[in-house]
């Protein structure tokens, strides 16, 4: 599977943005998808997930209720709605893929597959 994640850019506190991930290959609808950040000097945190169905979501405690993590699997493609962004929030997001084995997959190691990232800069 390869991922590419677009949609980054610089936004000031309080706006939005929507991040996309898209896929190759036909078993996308197979991988639990999520996203996370890595901001400088900091280590890579998870974000949010979703199942392969898009039935179930997960969401780090530091953006519930302001994220929102969807996928299209038509379109091999997920997406985070990010809504109230703070400059905390400025980081590298990354997309990636599971295949499956961890029920709520929220640590970089659950993931097999990468995307390169795309960068959000939050100004206050």
């Known amino acids: 599977v390869q991922l590419q994640a677009c949609g980054g850019g610089l936004v000031q506190a309080g706006g939005s943005l929507r991040l996309s991930c898209a896929a190759s290959?036909?078993?996308?609808?197979?991988?639990?998808m999520g996203w996370f950040r890595q901001a400088p000097g900091k280590e890579r945190e998870f974000v949010s997930a979703?199942?392969?169905?898009?039935?179930?979501?997960y969401y780090a405690d530091s953006v519930k209720g302001r994220f929102t993590i969807s996928r299209d699997n038509a379109k091999n493609t997920v997406y985070l709605q990010m809504n109230s962004l703070k400059p905390e929030d400025t980081a590298v997001y990354y997309c990636?893929?599971?295949?499956?084995?961890?029920?709520?997959?929220?640590?970089?190691?659950?993931?097999?597959?990468w995307g390169r990232g795309t960068l959000v800069t939050v100004s206050s």
């Open positions: 979703v199942s392969a169905s898009g039935s179930r979501s």
């Open positions: 990636a893929a599971d295949p499956g084995r961890v029920v709520v997959p929220t640590a970089p190691l659950d993931y097999d597959y």
């Open positions: 290959g036909r078993t996308f609808s197979m991988y639990t």
